[in-house]
Nanobody
Framework: QEQLVESGGGLVQAGGSLRLSCAAS???????????MGWFRQAPGKDYEFVAA????????TYADSVKGRFTISRDNARKMVYLQMDSLKPEDTAVYYC???????????????WGQGTQVTVSS
């Protein structure tokens, strides 16, 4: 029943911007028993990398050092949406981006129980 669907990925030149969206549905998200939403990314040949996370209730945020100051995570509780605004994009940001939900405010993949299918972000130089 629980589902996360990402959108907004695409091709952009270095220095450009993209906004990713994640739509959450299902009881776990309706009741906000999933306390935190995170964004992860996976570049070709690499492991999952934590990008950012936000709590549903208070909107507390945390970011990986590699994106701090460039990316902004936010949530809209009424619409059950999570966003990742990405500015000043670099070729190193190229990856498949996933949104995820879990009960713990964490930067670790294992802490998240629900995952979307991912959306491709490609940054050209």
């Amino acid at each position: 029943q629980e589902q996360l669907v990402e959108s907004g990925g695409g091709l952009v030149q270095a220095g450009g911007s993209l906004r990713l969206s994640c739509a959450a549905s299902g009881r776990a998200f309706s009741a906000f028993s999933t306390y935190v939403m995170g964004w992860f990314r996976q570049a070709p040949g690499k492991d999952y990398e934590f990008v950012a996370a936000v709590t549903w209730n208070a909107g507390n945020t945390t970011y990986a050092d590699s994106v701090k100051g460039r990316f902004t995570i936010s949530r809209d509780n009424a619409r059950k949406m999570v966003y990742l605004q990405m500015d000043s994009l670099k070729p190193e940001d190229t990856a498949v981006y996933y949104c995820a939900g879990g009960p713990v405010y964490s930067a670790y993949v294992a802490s998240y129980h629900y995952w979307g299918q991912g959306t491709q972000v490609t940054v050209s130089s």
